[in-house]
Nanobody, 121 residues
Framework: VQLQASGGGLVQPGGSLRLSCAAS????????MGWFRQAPGKEREFVVG????????SYADSVKGRFTISRDNNKNTVYLQMNSLKPEDTAVYYC???????????????WGLGTQVTVSS
């Protein structure tokens, strides 16, 4: 099983990025998906989760209205669209798959290696 996160990079404040999480070895629509992030010197934190049905999501307050999670079952890929990016969004972003949606690490069985997002002018 492998989750490959990609799409990170350097963007100016107010800009946008779309992260992708492509899976091999599992079918993502059978799993709840989560995006987490970890900034330098900080603990990893929950960003957003998506239930297996694809219709129920949970967002951290800090990203509500700016970030959107979605799933493309045909491509076995989950996306994180990030708009109106702020310097405080700078972090390594990780995708995860598990049995249920959660803001905690525990329920997620599979993790990608992460992709760096840097928001800076």
């Amino acid at each position: 099983v492998q989750l490959q996160a990609s799409g990170g990079g350097l963007v100016q404040p107010g800009g946008s990025l779309r992260l992708s999480c492509a899976a091999s070895g599992i079918t993502l629509n059978n799993y709840a998906m989560g995006w987490f992030r970890q900034a330098p010197g900080k603990e990893r934190e929950f960003v957003v989760g998506l239930r297996q049905n694809g219709f129920i999501t949970s967002y951290a307050d800090s990203v509500k209205g700016r970030f959107t999670i979605s799933r493309d079952n045909n491509k076995n890929t989950v996306y994180l669209q990030m708009n109106s990016l702020k310097p405080e969004d700078t972090a390594v972003y990780y995708c995860a798959a598990g049995a249920r949606i959660s803001s905690r690490d525990g329920p997620y069985d599979y993790w990608g290696l992460g992709t760096q997002v840097t928001v800076s002018s």
